[in-house]
């Protein structure tokens, strides 16, 4: 076995794609919603998902593994919400280090929304890295754009990594030096696979990235791609963001197309083979609220060559 990780709030799996593609090998996956670990099951049936609160998750059974990641709730911390960060029920940060005390990992990787670096939360960070320190991990965040590595989208996330071994070792990826594709690049072939003779002037109309993608959340309502500031940068792409379709547009179609779930997941970074469970409204949550997979390979790849770098010094000089 390589290196192993738990992956915690797992959701549709595009951080743990991103991670398997660096290296790693998932000894537990740990995600509440059943339609996301379906969804895990599904694309993976080797993995071990395991359906449930993240509270009631003991992982003290894997004591050693090299990394702890995932994507705890971004609510807390959104400037779509009222960013009540500790005071929201829905922060499960406190439980993220509390498995990170049990099971002692070499790394740890835990990303979030925007707004977490909002001076708000700056008592909040120091916090986080003061319990971290405590424990023995030197702590570091990085704000990434998933445009600077190959994802049809802006997406800003902040990234916390931390390592009890390996952290001098560490470097942030840097951008990918072929960009991203426009939005008209990345779905032009799903666009035209049923038949709208319009699918190529409109990508070469939607030539620029896409906006980040929301939608995820349970009080959002129905699957479209979010408020109407959100839909209004849809539509000068020449999408329709009221909604989703349930299929390519077809033969003698008129007007701006509509997005299916497949359509959103491509702008999200994950492979094209992958399959997300349920129906649309359930499906599209999960695409709504991924991590896009290419950005956690990115710095999966990094924190495996740090961790495996301190190892291989460590083994030489013993």
């Known amino acids: 076995m390589g290196l192993t990780s738990i992956e915690i709030c797992a959701g549709a799996g595009g951080q743990a794609i991103g991670l398997e593609w660096a290296g790693f090998e998932h000894?537990?996956?740990?995600?509440?919603e059943g339609w996301a670990c379906e969804t895990l099951r599904t694309n993976r049936p080797e993995w071990n998902v395991i359906e449930g609160d993240l509270k009631d998750f003991n992982a003290d059974a894997y004591e050693g593994v090299d990394l702890v990641a995932g994507g705890v709730p971004c609510p807390p911390f959104s400037k779509a919400g009222k960013q009540l960060g500790r005071r929201d029920e829905r922060d499960l940060f406190p439980e993220a280090l509390r498995i990170v005390s049990e099971c002692m990992p070499a790394a740890v990787m835990l990303e979030n929304v925007r707004g977490l670096l909002d001076p708000v939360f700056d008592r909040?960070?120091?916090?986080?890295?003061?319990e971290?320190?405590?424990?023995?991990?030197?702590?570091?965040?990085?704000?990434l754009n998933a445009s600077d590595f190959g994802v049809p989208q802006l997406r800003p996330r902040t990234l916390l990594v931390a390592f009890r071994e390996g952290a001098e070792h560490f470097r942030w990826p840097?951008?990918?030096?072929?960009?991203?594709?426009?939005?008209?690049n990345a779905l032009h072939a799903q666009m035209a696979s049923g038949g709208w003779a319009g699918a190529a002037e409109w990508a070469r109309m939607a030539n620029r990235i896409a906006p980040t993608l929301v939608g995820g959340s349970k009080k959002h309502g129905g699957p479209d791609l979010g408020p109407t500031r959100a839909r209004k940068a849809w539509a000068d792409l020449g999408v329709d963001g009221l909604g989703l379709a349930d299929a390519p547009p077809g033969p003698g179609f008129e007007g701006m197309p509509k997005l299916t779930v497949e359509m959103a997941a491509t702008i999200q970074g994950f492979p094209p083979e992958w399959q997300i469970a349920g129906r649309k409204t359930?499906?599209?949550?999960?695409?709504?609220?991924?991590?896009?997979?290419?950005?956690?390979?990115?710095?999966g790849e990094r924190i495996a060559l740090a961790v495996e770098t301190a190892r291989d010094l460590a083994a030489a000089a013993a």
């Open 27 to 32: 000894v537990a996956l740990v995600e509440l």
């Open 124 to 130: 909040y960070r120091a916090g986080l890295g003061r």
């Open 282 to 299: 359930a499906a599209y949550r999960q695409v709504g609220n991924a991590f896009p997979p290419p950005v956690a390979h990115a710095v």
């Open 174 to 184: 840097e951008p990918a030096a072929a960009g991203a594709p426009t939005v008209g």
């Open 132 to 143: 971290l320190r405590k424990l023995g991990y030197a702590v570091d965040w990085k704000l």
